[in-house]
């Protein structure tokens, strides 16, 4: 999930090709019908969509902006800057009485509560009180505690959205995508698995209060849903993000702007349903040929070992998956230094011609610059490698069995 730097300069040379030939090929039924505002069905495994409509239109998160919170909290708790049992003393701005009409813990000013049980106000209860008490312990104060929001999703590459509150009550110039939501999500079931294992829980009890969790679908028994969260406000209408797991295959769905809770359950059932029957994870096998190690100018070492970036999955057609074609391709006239992660070539995986999804390959491990009297063979021969590269050669695909 860590992000990779990308080379500007896409110059690429195909290194080989393998083609499997489709025979007698099922065609692949249709996504269904889904009746909400826009939506995204993604491979966890992957990171592929695979289906949507309207993914990228902007729409008001509601309460799905408790997801940014709750990555933020869970963040801070990971890397020690608060702990799960920090008492925290209600301010009268988190005070439950400020939240009429709205879901919320009911917390009193005054009262002292713990990091953890805040935490399950949020995400079990989604408490409104309960993001701004939170938000005030992390960060000092809501705007700073936004300001971290914001910077999160610009790293997790969430570009149309933008967060102005912890609890996603309807405000001006706030607003997120279902794609987005779906980036969001994904990161935290990657990066924080002990803080999300809480969306599972069905009810939360405090102060003698039970309130029971709003995701339906974790009473499925036809699914195995662990997760996420629900949504609700005049301006965004009935939203859901659910997840499931399914013979190690797991798949999130985001269903913004339904009409009714019933729609957003039914509707995200729909999704999961369809993407676990007629979609499977795949991780590709590579000979030492295709995956070999690139050649680095002036570099120590000279040749960089490599590797698939999002751990080589790619998500394809149960019922087409023996017409997966692929070509790999390595970028040339690579120069140290270059640091671990870095992108150096790709992999295109076609579908009945079609370009169905790309891999990245990156360098696993960092190229340090040489000494100079190590390089002088590079001064001569790197002239020499790129007059040949400027020839606009490249060799002919060859057939992986």
Request: glycine fraction near 6%; aromatic fraction near 10%; proline fraction near 5%.
């Amino acid at each position: 999930m860590t992000p990779t730097s990308t080379i500007i300069k896409y110059a690429f040379i195909a290194a080989t090709s393998m083609s499997v030939a489709l025979t007698n090929a099922e065609p692949l039924p249709s996504p269904p019908e889904i009746s909400a505002k826009a939506w995204v069905l993604m491979s966890y495994g992957s990171g592929q969509i695979i289906a949507s409509n309207n993914e990228t239109a902007p729409l008001a998160p509601a309460s799905l902006t408790k997801i940014m919170t709750s990555y933020v909290v869970g963040h801070e708790l990971q890397a020690g800057h608060i702990a799960n049992d920090d008492i925290v003393i209600i301010s009268e701005n988190a005070w439950g009485k400020k939240f009429p009409g709205s879901s919320k813990m009911f917390l009193n000013v005054g009262d002292e509560v713990s990091v953890d049980d805040l935490n399950r106000g949020v995400i079990i209860s989604s408490g409104n009180d309960a993001t701004v008490a939170l938000a005030e312990h992390v960060a000092g104060h809501q705007s700073a505690f936004i300001e971290m929001m914001n910077n999160h999703a610009e790293r997790l590459e969430m570009f149309d959205s933008y967060f102005t509150n912890p609890h996603g009550l309807d405000a001006d110039e706030q607003f997120t995508t279902a794609y987005d939501i779906a980036l969001l999500t994904r990161a935290f079931i990657h990066d924080l698995p002990d803080t999300y294992g809480l969306f599972k829980e069905k009810s939360f009890t405090f102060g003698k209060i039970k309130q029971g969790n709003r995701n339906a679908l974790l009473w499925d028994s036809t699914l195995n849903v662990d997760g996420v969260k629900t949504g609700y406000t005049s301006k965004a209408g009935y939203s859901l993000v659910s997840s499931a797991e399914q013979n190690d295959q797991r798949l999130i769905a985001v269903v913004m702007g339904a009409d009714s809770t019933q729609i957003r359950t039914s509707e995200s059932k729909k999704l999961l349903t369809w993407g676990f029957r007629f979609f499977q994870d795949l991780t590709p096998k590579f000979n030492n040929k295709e995956l070999a190690p690139v050649r680095v100018w002036y570099g120590s070492p000279s040749n960089v070992t490599v590797e698939l970036g999002e751990g080589g999955v790619i998500t394809v057609p149960r019922r087409q998956r023996k017409a997966l074609e692929h070509k790999v391709y390595y970028s040339h006239d690579l120069e140290a230094p270059i640091e671990k992660g870095t992108m150096v070539g790709k992999v295109e995986w076609y579908l009945n011609e079609e370009l169905l999804t790309e891999q990245p390959i990156i360098t696993a491990e960092t190229v340090n610059k040489a000494p100079w009297y190590k390089n002088m063979i590079d001064v001569v021969w790197r002239p020499i490698g790129q007059w040949f590269d400027s020839q606009d050669w490249s060799p002919e695909p060859t057939k992986t069995e």
